[in-house]
């Protein structure tokens, strides 16, 4: 038996520091490097990280070092490990069954007329994973090496790493019926089957040189899965019973983060396992331990979800409360993986030095961790100065300027603030647009080529005058909103050439914000953004899209929809502060949104885009906390969008949202017209819709955007009428499933063409003016 370390962390980042994987993996699909090369990438980067996290304390040998590395996306991982390949990718399988990177990458994103595996968010975070697909005809096996391999990796350059996988309870939870499924299939029903490959993956890990594994399993935190907390608690009780019986095995750690393991703990206790890790950031440290039965407690004090510094003296005391309680053996780690933070905070030149020492990036947070550790396994006073420092970076953020601004705080609300006149009267009002039936828009953003990121970084780093820049950016909307007239959209955008990120570009000109350089965090596949740092109150200093929409309209007789980022998804996809609760700060930034609304409507500005894709992504997991999230985010929304007067059209567009969860949310939104991701999941949500009586405008999308592939106009057309049996006529707008940005150009105008046509079929069908 070997001791579990005295600290870890749960997962780190796997894109590179400098996004080297993104750059290798999209070099590969581009084929501009062969399989071999992205291999020795790959390598090279896990390689890095071993020592690096070496560097920073964790140890070479104890299995400290968590063995995290994907391609693409932790759950695909664990899928294709054990088999689950929906049948239309079995036959890109290798010669000897197993499943390779092009069977897996095809998964990932579709070719031709292999639709990829769907994506949704993972738990509470802006992590998108690929859900499952499986059936009664699912056949398991052992389809895949290259966990093992990895470990077999480590310990030949002279490390113990700890391998993580995605454990079988977590991964049929997430899962959803394959199309050959009867109704009701539960993919949870084939636990036993899975469970028997895992022991198979645990028996060759163990002689690959792996002393420990960690199965993580979130879904035991979650109420918000169609499973229940009891069907999971079973679950888990019966997989680890088979696992942990295994003869031959490594030792197991169920990692279980992003909230409380509450009624599950006593499961996990009584399981033959070694090791529990529970978030004790998300979750309180309980009134009471179950008997552990010699096992350790690893201890997730530090925040992996966030980037402050925090509290490392209350993280200490969590840790010996722990202790206090009886825990046999308490370890010390991060709360989640470290994947939803950036490298290292000393990358970062050019933030501002106090703030930065507010900061703890991945690299930082493992040093927090091993301080921890230190302390464990000698005392307190051994790492008094790492404490007292933490503590005093709490109190200087607490008086710093700009922290706390009076005037922001002095902005009264009222109730009428909140609202505007009624739904009905408002759609009265909007008939003088004069929209044709089944009205064709796109969601936001147009591609951003190699001629815009160049544009940018060069206009940034100052080598590109303003007044160039400008010119650059007004020929860009040109092209884009001529392009849109000649495809025959109806309500066209300009584009967004000039923002880098729809949350940051918003940041950029907001008080109470700074960006980084280097902030990389992974959002799903190889596709990654920078979370910009909410630190302080927010203003609006001066008008941020207005005369960038006011362009675009001067130039066609068609409406321009003004586009904005709502409240909650710049809160959700920023690392925001945690010193005040969250609806304090969403109502701050839905005033200075409410005042861009203002003044794009005196610009001439008829419609107007309030993107809220982030909206089902920060429900709280826990059900008794969930009716006060929606309450507060919801609000702001209606903060942002109450002074617009009733013939503007308000829409808000979300992703991944998963409809039927939060329709009521959806619906107290009051938004004009409603855009919902629902390509990828071949329109299921239109039933939701209907179902639930949703009367407003919705657009659900027809056109996958996170892949590669063109959608066929015969595609295009089924998804369309089958909205149209389902929902009213007049409720229908056609739009892709998010915005263009990561797409390139000649897919992106050839889907539009199959989208318009499609789209006048279907038009003539319900016999409406094409």
């Known amino acids: 038996m070997t001791a579990f370390p005295a600290g870890t962390i749960l997962g780190y980042p796997r894109i590179g520091r400098r996004r080297e994987l993104k750059k290798a993996v999209e070099a590969f699909w581009a084929g501009r490097i062969d399989e071999a090369a992205l291999e020795t990438t790959a390598a090279g980067l896990r390689a890095a990280t071993r020592e690096r996290l070496a560097e920073l304390g964790l140890g070479r040998e104890d299995s400290a070092i968590p063995e995290s590395f994907s391609y693409y996306d932790q759950v695909l991982d664990a899928a294709l490990t054990v088999g689950a390949i929906p049948s239309r990718f079995e036959d890109l399988r290798d010669a000897d069954g197993t499943i390779g990177l092009p069977a897996y990458f095809t998964a990932a994103r579709g070719e031709g007329d292999r639709a990829p595996l769907e994506m949704t968010k993972w738990f509470d975070s802006n992590y998108h994973y690929l859900v499952p697909e499986i059936g009664p005809e699912t056949v398991f096996s052992l389809s895949s090496s290259r966990l093992v391999d990895q470990v077999a990796e480590a310990v030949a350059a002279g490390f113990r790493t700890r391998p993580v996988i995605v454990g079988p309870v977590t991964l049929l939870a997430l899962a959803k019926a394959s199309d050959a499924s009867p109704d009701g299939f539960d993919p949870l029903s084939r636990l036993d089957d899975v469970v028997a490959v895992y022991v198979e993956l645990l028996a060759k890990l163990k002689a690959a040189g792996a002393d420990w594994v960690q199965l993580d399993e979130p879904a035991l935190v979650s109420e918000s899965l169609p499973a229940t907390t009891v069907q999971l608690a079973d679950a888990a009780q019966r997989a680890l019973v088979v696992l942990g019986g295994a003869a031959d095995r490594p030792q197991i750690l169920v990692a279980a983060p992003y909230a409380a393991l509450g009624e599950v703990l006593p499961v996990l206790a009584s399981a033959p396992i070694e090791a529990i890790a529970i978030d004790l950031v998300r979750g309180a440290v309980p009134e009471s331990l179950p008997d552990l039965a010699g096992k350790t407690l690893v201890g997730g004090v530090i925040d992996g979800h966030n980037i402050w510094r925090g509290d490392l003296r209350g993280a200490f005391d969590k840790l010996e409360a722990l202790r206090a ?342 619906r107290a939104l009051d938004a004009d017209v409603t855009s919902i991701e629902a390509a990828r999941s071949r329109m299921e949500v239109v039933a939701d819709i209907a179902k639930y009586g949703f009367d407003h405008g919705v657009g659900p999308g027809v056109y996958d955007i996170h892949s590669p592939r063109v959608p066929s106009v015969a595609e295009i057309e089924s998804l369309l009428r089958r909205a149209t049996s389902e929902l009213p006529l007049r409720q229908l707008w056609v739009n892709p499933d998010c915005g263009l940005k990561t797409r390139g150009y000649d897919e992106t105008v050839a889907s539009l063409r199959n989208i318009v046509e499609a789209t006048h079929r279907v038009r003539e069908d319900v016999n409406v003016p094409a």
């Open 325 to 666: 309680l009886g825990a046999p053996a308490v370890s010390a780690s991060t709360s989640t993986s470290l994947l939803h933070v950036p490298h290292d905070v000393t990358d970062e030149s050019k933030l501002d030095a106090r703030l930065v020492s507010w900061l703890a990036f991945a690299d930082q947070k493992v040093e927090q961790v091993t301080a921890l550790a230190r302390g464990l396994v000698e005392d307190r006073a051994a790492v008094a100065d790492a404490l007292d420092a933490a503590t005093a970076a709490l109190a200087d953020r607490q008086t710093a300027p700009g922290v706390r601004d009076g005037a922001v705080r002095a902005r009264a609300l009222a109730e009428a603030d909140f609202s505007r006149v009624s739904y009905e009267e408002r759609e009265a009002a909007q008939l003088a647009l004069d929209l044709p039936a089944l009205p064709l828009t796109t969601i936001g953003s147009f591609p951003q080529t190699g001629d815009i990121r160049r544009a940018r970084a060069q206009f940034t780093r100052g080598e590109l005058p303003q007044d160039d820049y400008e010119a650059f950016l007004r020929t860009e909307i040109d092209r884009v909103v001529a392009l849109q007239e000649d495809l025959g959209l109806d309500v066209l955008v300009h584009g967004e050439a000039e923002r880098n990120d729809m949350v940051q570009y918003f940041a950029e000109n907001l008080d109470g914000f700074a960006v980084t350089e280097n902030g990389w965090v992974q959002s799903y596949g190889s596709r990654a953004t920078r979370p910009s740092i909410l630190w302080g109150d927010v203003s609006r200093p001066a008008p941020i899209t207005v005369s960038w929409s006011a362009y675009a309209q001067s130039l066609s007789a068609k409406h321009v929809k003004g586009m904005l980022t709502g409240p909650v998804t710049i809160l959700a996809w920023s690392f925001v502060r945690d010193d005040q609760p969250l609806g304090e700060t969403a109502n701050q930034v839905a005033l200075a949104l409410r005042d861009e609304i203002t003044d794009l409507e005196a610009a001439g500005i008829a419609i107007i885009q309030v993107d809220e894709p982030a909206l089902r992504e920060l429900l709280p997991l826990k059900k008794a906390d969930q009716a006060a999230y929606l309450e507060w985010s919801v609000n702001s929304f209606r903060l942002a969008t109450g002074g617009a007067a009733a013939p503007t059209q308000i829409h808000t567009h979300l992703c991944y949202s998963e409809f039927g969860v939060v329709i009521d949310a959806i």
